[in-house]
């Protein structure tokens, strides 16, 4: 399948990871790879602007950066990120 974020073709996701249109949208555009290049992000912004992902706030936080990740170019590392040290 083509990859929306890839850019080219990748190994699609075995099953949605969400529920109803979101769900099927990434499991129909969006690569195995693609989904775990968005869990890195995730975590590093969850850590950065110490989310509680089960607060509706962060949730609906998260979602909207997911979709801006995964569909569009302009997703950014949060504010004052440092990369860690190699």
Same mark, same amino acid.
């Given at each position: 399948m083509y990859? *929306? =974020?890839l850019k080219r073709e990748a190994e699609p996701l075995? =099953? #949605?990871p969400f529920p109803g249109e979101l769900g099927q949208k990434l499991v129909e555009n969006i690569s195995k %790879?693609?989904?775990g290049l968005w869990l890195t *992000? *995730?975590?590093m912004l969850i850590n %950065?602007? +110490? &989310?509680t992902p089960? %607060? #509706?706030e962060a +949730?609906? &936080?998260l =979602?909207? %950066?997911m979709e801006k990740f995964l569909f569009t170019d302009s997703a950014e590392a949060p504010e004052g990120y440092v990369p860690p040290a190699k």
């Open positions: 990859c *929306q =974020k075995d =099953k #949605p %790879e693609a989904w *992000q *995730q975590t %950065e602007n +110490r &989310l089960f %607060e #509706p +949730r609906a &936080l =979602k909207a %950066e």
